[in-house]
């Protein structure tokens, strides 16, 4: 018997012992049955590859992420147990699951962006109408209640789960500071910033809001100009990582066979590899010489 079949062997009974002895601790003898879909559970839900699928979800705006993560776990087992009975190839299974899971990081990660775009924008809104609410003389917690049933998602629902924080005993700077935590913007850092240290020295709290929100508005501004000045060289960045492809794809269907010496000779899959990485290089720096900030 090979090493690897110990190893695996061992493993087996290791988790089983552990399974018993979580179905000797529950009492009731229904509850034992469940012992292990909550021992398997409990496993899956501290892997690492399930906490980066609920960050994303997070991230994407999406609630109840821990539930909507298990679901979408056994769906996506459920669709490759039978890819794998339809197809009877764990290569082409394996490919299918790349695949998916590459669509869905790219989805997440676009609404992300999207709803990371949307909140960035909403902040300047936010932060004056923080400022409005503190003249009419409500304190900054009232004032947080206030505007997030005034300001549309996400920023209502941030301000809105940073009101609850507060009400189950945190306190305001831990709030705002998991907020800042949680989102990583730079204008968002600047808000907090300026309240934190308004609270050490003191002052008029409302006019630090409205030259914390005239800042960010500026701040957007320029975003936005940089935005429309970087445009042209952004289209080509984008240019030179699928024209290549493209060409490549269209030679490959009108004449095979000239492009048959590139895919299956040892010279051309060198070549096609450094043309990868060349074109990989350039559009990375390319994206990084645009990566401006105000």
Not at 33 to 53: D, M, V
Request: proline share 4%.
């Amino acid at each position: 018997m090979s090493l690897l079949s110990l190893a695996v062997i061992y493993r087996a009974n290791e988790w089983r012992s552990v399974v018993f002895a979580e179905a000797r601790l529950v009492s009731a003898p229904g509850e034992r049955s469940l012992a292990l879909p909550r021992f398997i559970t409990s496993r899956l839900t501290g892997s690492r590859p399930f906490l980066i699928l609920v960050k994303q979800l997070e991230e994407a705006g999406f609630r109840l992420v821990h539930i909507l993560a298990l679901r979408l776990i056994v769906a996506l087992a459920a669709f490759m147990s039978a890819a794998l009975i339809v197809t009877r190839s764990p290569i082409k299974v394996t490919g299918l699951l790349i695949l998916v899971v590459s669509a869905f990081h790219i989805w997440t990660k676009k609404m992300a962006g999207a709803r990371r775009e949307q909140f960035e924008a909403q902040l300047p809104l936010i932060v004056h109408a923080l400022a409005g609410a503190i003249t009419s003389g409500q304190s900054l917690n009232q004032a947080i209640v206030r505007v997030a049933q005034e300001v549309p998602d996400p920023g209502g629902s941030e301000l809105g789960l940073v009101s609850q924080q507060i009400s189950l005993g945190m306190t305001l700077d831990a709030a705002l500071e998991e907020l800042r935590c949680r989102w990583e913007i730079e204008a968002l850092n600047m808000a907090v910033a300026g309240l934190a240290i308004q609270k050490r020295t003191g002052g008029n709290m409302a006019q630090l809001l409205r030259q914390v929100s005239e800042a960010l508005a500026e701040r957007r501004r320029l975003q936005e100009d940089l935005r429309v000045e970087t445009t042209q060289s952004r289209m080509s960045a984008s240019l030179i990582g699928v024209l290549p492809v493209i060409v490549l794809g269209a030679i490959s269907v009108v004449d095979p066979t000239f492009i048959a010496p590139l895919l299956s000779t040892p010279g051309g899959l060198v070549m096609l590899a450094l043309a990868a990485a060349l074109e990989a290089a350039g559009f990375f720096l390319i994206s990084r010489i645009l990566d401006i900030e105000p």
